[in-house]
DNA sequence: GGGCTATACTTGACTACGCAAGGAACTATA
DNA sequence: TATAGTTCCTTGCGTAGTCAAGTATAGCCC
């Protein structure tokens, strides 16, 4: 676990500038990019939980709070009374797209600051195996 | 920032069985692993908020738990009266040593299914390159 | 010695998140 | 078609950990 620790103290670099700028956490963030990056824009509750490693309960906080600032809305499925939609409203697009340059620039350096390309990959592989990691997708813009 | 979501469940995996089976958490064991490994059984409060990527009050509050268990004591510093040691108890002692081969295994487990030697070895290094990454220390039991 | 800044630690208020339990709605089985 | 089991989501409660502010000590420099 040790091995690990690193995660912690990067999480909070990031997370800190992104909330003094933009009062958003990485969490919120993440969730409007796996939403922008999702068809329609929309997600349901569950899988939004598996991107982002959160229990069923923490993305209904979450969302909670996305939803009371407009950056998200519910959408009900015609198919399945039981699953609501996460939405991407247009102000949570703005938002985005007003927080993801600085952030974006700021997890760049902090990555090839330290590592290669090469060794990037590498990590990104190593990392993949772990139980409820991301598959490696080059579409987001977050490594 | 995706690239490293593989750890929450790690370590809520880890987590589980330390805290079903020895009522400890990950950090409860990890601080316990670090006074047993340092000298005099001893750190000061500084010191083991590095090494466990927690802030001054979070280690407060981690060692007022160890402490009301009998875990870990105090004790003063004789040059120094700003600083306050935790010291590893006999009990302390006896409890790491219960937890650990259980948790061990675990953390051996999760590894060794997914790497062999050597990528464990490229990745303990990668990691190690992020901020507040502890060093990789051979001594330790934890990878 | 008297002030200044830095360091070690604690405390109060707050937040994020997990877990357990529960309510709907869907699906399968009889 | 009734029943049982499963899935999706929410709610209450508890906990770990942060931040900001405060206290106490150390070490400077005049």
Redesign the pocket.
């Known amino acids: 676990m040790r091995l690990l620790r690193g995660n912690?103290a990067t999480r909070?670099a990031l997370?800190?500038q992104l909330h003094a700028e933009h009062e958003l956490?990485?969490?919120d963030f993440e969730c409007l990019l796996l939403l922008a990056h999702a068809e329609e824009n929309s997600l349901?509750?569950?899988?939004?939980?598996e991107g982002l490693?959160?229990?069923?309960?923490?993305?209904?906080?979450?969302?909670?709070?996305l939803e009371h600032c407009g950056l998200v809305a519910?959408a009900k499925?015609d198919?399945?009374?039981?699953?609501?939609?996460a939405v991407l409203t247009d102000e949570g697009r703005r938002k985005l797209e007003a927080a993801a340059p600085a952030h974006m620039a700021q997890v760049h350096a902090l990555f090839t600051e330290r590592y290669t390309a090469e060794e990037l990959g590498v990590l990104a592989e190593l990392l993949s195996r772990l139980p409820g990691a991301a598959t490696v997708d080059q579409g987001t813009c977050t490594p």
Do not use: M
């Open positions: 912690a909070r997370s800190a956490t990485i969490n349901r509750r569950v899988d939004l939980a490693q959160l229990t069923a309960s923490g993305v209904t906080r979450l969302l909670d709070g519910k499925c198919t399945d009374a039981r699953v609501t939609y």
